[in-house]
């Protein structure tokens, strides 16, 4: 009998620790809202949508379209602030530390969001409905190129990171020159 308490002290600790993270592999609801989580390595988590469409479909990017890489900074960053004001400060200044998120957007030929995707701490706070609610705000915005570069193009992928401890500090994630 003297072993019971040390047990269910430690079986409570893994217990909490597990609900730590809001997401397991497999499919986590959020609200209306299905995603698909696999766990890319023992440390990130891969979310998407499960309504995605495009993540097996290829580009389609016409003969002389040859470089896609001349984003304006000003999409990036304005998803930056949508991270900040979905996420409450106190949580962000918890998980400041995680590694950073990345998300990957599928735009269509006006710089529309079409679909995100995200890589997570495999640890995260962030809860399901947080991550909704961003992937609803981050298609609201609109990317512009520096000159008409998706002109035929169906649709194009790209990544953006956002360590979390910059978007906190409101520092730029983009256009830092």
């Keep these: 009998m003297q072993y019971k ?28 809202k299905t995603y698909q989580c696999k766990l890319i390595d023992s440390n990130r988590l891969y979310i998407s949508n ?21 984003i304006e900074c000003k999409g990036v960053n ?28 599928s735009i269509d030929n006006t710089g529309k969001v079409l679909e995100t995707t995200f890589a997570i701490d495999a640890n995260t706070q962030i809860a399901p ?6 992937e609803d ?12 570069q998706l002109k035929g193009v169906n649709f194009i992928r790209f990544n953006s990171m956002f360590p979390l401890r910059r978007v906190l500090n409101k520092e730029k994630l983009c256009g830092m020159n």
């Design 78 to 105: 304005e998803v930056g602030e949508l991270i900040r004001g979905v996420i409450p400060k106190d949580k962000l200044q918890k998980i400041a530390d995680e590694k950073a998120m990345v998300i990957t957007y």
């Design 5 to 32: 308490t040390p047990f269910l002290l430690l079986a409570s600790f893994f217990i909490l620790e597990k609900s730590y993270c809001q997401f397991d592999e497999g499919i986590v609801k959020a609200g209306n």
């Design 137 to 148: 705000k981050i298609k609201t915005v609109t990317f512009t190129f520096k000159n008409d």
């Design 129 to 134: 409905m947080e991550l909704s609610k961003l």
């Design 50 to 70: 499960s309504e995605n469409i495009l993540g097996s479909k290829q580009p389609q990017i016409p003969a002389g379209v040859e470089d896609l890489t001349s």
